[in-house]
């Protein structure tokens, strides 16, 4: 009776077991996304994205994150009319609505695989201003 148990449950790891296989190179398959897209959009950095700010680098930190470092070329932090937290927030509105209306073909691949992305913002003297993530539940509409 215990090896009838036993054979009963084989599917189940079986199938825990192709679950984990898949899910690992899914995985692999971001990571390697991520780093074309680094790869590709760093040949053009820096690149100035309008009169204020400047996208410096795209890195990949960690497994499943690209970053975007960005300067604010004519802003010092004591130059900020409104506090970092509102700052943050109004930024981070405006750059997950971006994400959800992409119309860039690698970009929207990378979301469908549930990235997530780190924003980055240095003032022109390099000081930190404030940093943020967008992942796939803020971006889920995709």
Known sequence: MGTKNKLSNLPIALSLIVSISI?????????KLIDQMVAE???QCPMRLDN???LDKVTHPEKGTV????????LAEEDLIMDK???TLLTKAAVTENLK??????????LKLKAIF??????KNGELLFS?????EEYSSL
């Open 118 to 123: 780190r924003y980055t913002y240095y003032d």
């Open 67 to 74: 970053e975007y470092l960005y300067t604010l070329i004519n």
């Open 23 to 31: 899910l690992s190179s899914c995985g692999a398959i971001v990571d």
């Open 132 to 136: 943020f993530d967008v992942g796939p």
């Open 41 to 43: 959009t760093n040949k």
């Open 101 to 110: 209306n992409t119309a860039v073909p690698e970009l929207k691949t990378v």
């Open 85 to 87: 937290d509102e700052a």
């Open 52 to 54: 204020d700010t400047r």
